[in-house]
């Protein structure tokens, strides 16, 4: 009993913060407008979609959102609404531009260079395997000094 | 091939690090962007007045320097504010206008009429439409708006006396004597 008491509060989050009232009649547009809405923050939430989130600002833009794509607008001139009066500051995925370049790419540009650097490192090592032989001047300076101990001793 | 390319990944790495960190931890507030409406026209509004006075609209406060204040009387802060306001349009001489974001007209003139009233006029926002035409993200919010009625700063939350002096006020006068 507790466990279906738990499972079903687990459950019912998602969909509390949409009201049925904002719910749009075409399932087609509702199921557009809930797609988009995931992807706009709420501006006074700040981590939260518009469409997790209960505050009442959050709501009243749902709602314009829905207003919109009634009105005909397709998804981009929807978001492009929001955009221009809250700045990019609403959109939880930030637009792939030049000056968002170093944030979209940035840690892909450090990965891809330590691969190199990495892929470089362990061919230069192969290349040497285990110390060269000694040359024959090297294997009679040897030999000598070899002598030398034993005479000592 | 030089040794000095193991340093490479570590560099981007370090460089990434602290472009990131200075955004991270420069204490900046991403709320405090400034408005995406910064230098641009103000957005085009005509809405009900709440006293005698009549309507208010983007229209009739083209040709002066106007500072527009969103308030409602159930927000807190605002009635920390208010002095401020006061003080800005009769010590001062400033236009300030208001709009009654999301409340009920009778204690909007309720709060005014406890508090007093700073305002030029009064526009009632009842839905919050015009909020949201703003970029509003809550009450108060506060915005300075030139004579060609082109938005130059937004103040978000209450106003301080040290904003005021510092930045609103300076702000209004540079504007006034173009």
């Not at chain 2, 990131?20 to 007045?49: K, N, T, Y």
């Not at chain 2, 002066?64 to 003080?87: M, T, Y």
């Not at chain 2, 709009?99 to 009842?126: H, M, N, Q, T, W």
Request: net charge positive.
């Amino acid at each position: 009993m507790r466990g279906l008491v738990l499972f079903l509060v687990l459950w019912a989050g998602p969909v509390l913060a949409v009201q049925p009232d904002e719910r749009l009649a075409d399932p087609a547009m509702e199921a557009r407008a809930r797609t988009l809405s995931r992807d706009l923050r709420c501006v006074v939430c700040q981590n939260e979609s518009i469409d997790a989130s209960a505050a009442p600002l959050a709501r009243d833009i749902r709602v314009l959102l829905r207003e919109r794509l009634v009105a005909g607008d397709d998804d981009r001139a929807a978001v492009a609404f929001l955009v221009a009066r809250y700045g990019d500051f609403v959109l939880l995925r930030p637009p792939v531009r030049p000056d968002t370049w170093v944030l979209w790419f940035g840690p892909f540009a450090v990965l891809l260079a330590g691969g190199v650097v990495t892929v470089l490192a362990l061919r230069r090592r192969a290349v040497g395997v285990g110390p060269k032989p000694l040359s024959v001047e090297e294997e009679v300076r040897l030999a000598a000094l070899l002598r030398d101990e034993e005479g000592r001793r | 091939m030089g040794r000095w390319l193991y340093a490479v990944p570590l560099v981007l790495f370090l460089g990434l690090a602290g472009y990131f960190g200075v955004a991270l931890f420069s204490g900046r507030d991403p709320r405090e962007l400034p408005s995406a409406l910064i230098d641009r026209p103000m957005p085009d509004f005509v809405l009900p007045g709440l006293g005698e006075g009549g309507g208010v609209s983007a229209a009739g406060l083209r040709g002066e320097v106007v500072v527009v204040n969103f308030f409602a009387s159930w927000c807190a802060p605002c009635r920390v504010e208010h002095p401020l306001l006061l003080r800005l349009a009769r010590q001062e001489r400033v236009r300030v206008v208001g709009i009654a974001y999301k409340d009920r007209p009778e204690d909007s003139r309720r709060f005014l009429a406890e508090l007093g009233d700073p305002y030029r006029g009064v526009g009632v926002d009842r839905d919050g439409r015009v909020g949201i035409d703003f970029g509003l993200y809550g009450v108060p919010e506060t915005y300075v708006v030139d004579r060609a009625g082109h938005i130059r700063k937004r103040f978000v939350g209450a106003l301080t006396p040290g904003l005021l002096e510092r930045e609103l006020l300076p702000l209004v006068r540079g504007l006034e004597r173009r």
